[in-house]
């Protein structure tokens, strides 16, 4: 397909079909017999951002793009975003042939009607068919999935999950999402989680999903932003690296300053990252002594951040976890990073092509 030309155009669905069925059957499965040929649009939309990519049938992204996500504006806002990641990747890919979409969200789904009901992190959709709404603009039937979900699914097929009979998934970056992955006789199987919302304290800040004390409101990239905004403003704020890079305003500090100020040896940097860190411990400890993973995998924009501090995780564990296994199970970095939930989500169809 052209990228120029499909980018724009606009393919109506029939009312009442499901998002994946219909008169786009024959003409997808047509397209598809070569498995060379095919191309899956990829979509991971985030918090803060939204990464469309045309993925191979051998799970190589051929082509991304980023866009900003404007989560707080309302629907059609949001799905504004998602079009501009899309067809920017689509005028990137050329000629090439898309057969179909696989998008993941986080937050709660109806995968099967391909519906966001709640996200803590995407306050603009709401009960939002999502996937009928790209299969009438762009139309190819669409699948959707839970971000940490998808992204369990890549690594588990091709990364850092794919020698563990079980490993727990975990997504750092704008928010905190998990996903316990398993292998039985029939396969690999991902039940959908929210682990980013367990409460570690009753007393604790108000998380947008409406519970308080999430461990979301301590180790995401949110938060770690919001801790050290809050000690830069304090009374007595030393004078570092961190505080120099926003001298002026304290709304453009963002995560990356703080990684960036602390590897420079900024110790109200390195102290507010080594808090997430322990509490995250704490965190996981909790998860190993209910699931008892192999491995604990971290991706997302963050899990090479909190991947780095394997050894300190390590001595968390062994302090707050009573399971004997906690002494065996490994902290990994997921193989494809940021990228894990966008690969995942194009496993929906390279695993599970249309019928």
């Known amino acids: 397909m052209s990228g120029a030309d499909d980018a724009g155009r606009l393919a109506k669905a029939e009312p009442g079909m499901p998002y994946n069925q219909g008169k786009m059957k024959t003409r997808v499965n047509a397209q598809m ?22 993925v191979s049938a051998r799970g190589k992204v051929v082509a991304a793009e980023r866009r900003p996500m404007a989560a707080d504006g309302n629907a059609a806002d949001g799905l504004r975003s ?6 920017a990747v689509l005028l990137r890919g ?11 969200v986080p937050g709660w789904l109806d995968a099967k009607r391909g519906k966001v009901l709640l996200a803590a992190n995407l306050p603009c959709w709401r009960n939002y068919s999502l996937a009928a709404k790209l299969l009438g603009i762009y139309g ?4 959707l999935e839970n971000d940490a979900n998808a992204a369990a699914r890549a690594e588990a097929e091709w990364g850092a999950g794919r020698d563990y009979q079980r490993f727990f998934y975990v997504s750092l970056g704008t928010g ?15 039940p959908p989680s929210e682990g980013g ?8 800040p108000l998380c947008p999903c409406g519970k308080r004390g999430c461990i979301e409101m301590y180790v995401s ?16 704020a030393r004078v570092g690296p961190l505080k120099s890079m926003v001298a002026k305003d304290l709304g453009d500090l963002d995560t990356q300053m703080i990684v960036k100020a602390a590897k420079r040896g900024d110790k109200l940097s390195q102290e507010v990252i080594e808090t997430a860190v322990d509490l ?14 192999g491995a604990f995998v971290f991706g997302g924009g963050l899990g090479g951040l909190f991947a780095s501090y394997r050894a300190r995780i390590e001595r968390g564990l062994k302090e707050g976890a009573n399971r004997p296994g906690g002494r065996r199970v490994r902290i990994l970095k997921a193989k494809f990073g940021s990228q894990s939930a966008l690969l995942g989500a194009a496993a929906l169809w390279l695993q599970n092509p249309p019928k």
């Open 197 to 204: 919302h367990m409460t570690i304290n009753y007393n604790g």
């Open 280 to 293: 995250l411990a704490v965190w996981l400890g909790n998860v190993l002594e209910i699931l008892e993973p």
């Open 82 to 87: 998602v079009q501009t990641a899309i067809d």
């Open 221 to 236: 990239g949110k938060a770690i932003a919001r801790q050290a905004k809050a000690r830069l403003s304090g009374a007595g």
């Open 176 to 190: 905190l999402g998990t996903c316990m992955a398993y292998r039985t006789e029939d396969g690999w199987h991902f």
């Open 140 to 143: 190819r039937p669409v699948r």
């Open 94 to 104: 050329g000629g090439h042939r898309v057969t179909a979409i696989g998008v993941c």
């Open 33 to 54: 017999k070569n498995p060379k040929d095919r191309l899956i649009l990829a979509v991971d939309v985030g918090g803060t951002k939204v990464e469309a990519g045309l």
